[in-house]
């Protein structure tokens, strides 16, 4: 199975509504308010066929719209295979971000780079994608689709994908999603990975989340937790 760079699995969908504080904080690709500054920092431990990799991440965000926002981020990483390991900085992003809101439809458009920085993850991935959703009372349900490109004209890897997300009060909302992922190459299988998210509202604009992704077929997974404030 190849192994995809680490952001390439990682999209979430905002609610809106009665969600709304989750869709500032939990959507990386959420713009904030103009002017505004938003900072998540993530960590989360993997287990694949291959070996393990602890990970973490810090991703600031600048609203220059209250639509368009930039986004940049460092991913640090240790991993673990064969008996062998070791630690580096792992790549950085850089990104853009366009959020539509109108009504009850919610939607991003964004795209960036993603650059390798060591021996492990040594190429640039290009990655252009798009969120759309309704919202209803405290019910969102939303589909994605993306494009990866490494190598190419052609995507690496292509996602197509569904959440629903739950508002259960004004502290606590879950969301659950599945990813399909559709490898390029003949050597490569293709992916279906099922995401589950819980995420708590703290004071001052901020919330945490617990998260498990699984990919189904390999069982390869991903458990984490995820803090994210603006100011």
Not at 49 to 66: A, H, K, P, R, S
Not at 109 to 125: C, K, L, M
Not at 204 to 216: D, T, V
């Given at each position: ?59 600031i ?11 940049g981020?460092l991913d ?8 062998d390991?070791d630690?580096?900085?792992?790549n950085?992003?850089?990104?853009v971000?366009?959020?539509?809101m ?16 060591n ?11 798009t ?16 494009l ?21 009060n ?7 999603a ?23 509202a ?7 989340a ?7 077929d ?6 984490g937790?995820?803090?994210?404030v603006?100011?």
């Amino acid at each position: 199975m190849k192994k995809l760079s680490l952001l390439a699995l990682v999209a979430a969908i905002g609610a809106a509504s009665g969600a709304e504080a989750f869709g500032r904080i939990e959507n990386p690709l959420y713009r904030p308010d103009a002017g505004k500054l938003y900072s998540i920092t993530e960590g989360y431990r993997t287990n694949y066929d291959w070996g393990n990799d602890l990970v973490i991440g810090q991703t600031i965000g600048y609203g220059i719209t209250n639509k368009f926002s930039v986004y940049g981020g460092l991913d640090w990483m240790r991993w673990s295979s064969s008996g062998d390991s070791d630690s580096d900085l792992n790549n950085w992003n850089l990104g853009v971000s366009y959020r539509y809101m109108s009504g009850k439809t919610i939607g991003d458009v964004y795209g960036g780079i993603t650059r390798g920085i060591n021996d492990f993850s040594d190429t640039d991935r290009w990655t252009v994608g798009t969120n759309i959703g309704v919202v209803r009372k405290d019910i969102t349900v939303a589909v994605k689709g993306e494009l990866n490109f490494e190598n190419g004209d052609e995507p690496d890897s292509t996602i197509l994908g569904v959440v629903g997300a739950y508002q259960f009060n004004r502290s606590w909302a879950g969301s659950a999603a599945l990813d399909y992922v559709m490898l390029s190459g003949s050597d490569n299988d293709n992916q279906m990975w099922l995401k589950l998210e819980a995420y708590y509202a703290l004071k001052g604009n901020s919330s945490i989340a617990m998260f498990m992704h699984r990919e189904l077929d390999e069982g390869d997974d991903r458990f984490g937790v995820r803090y994210g404030v603006q100011f």
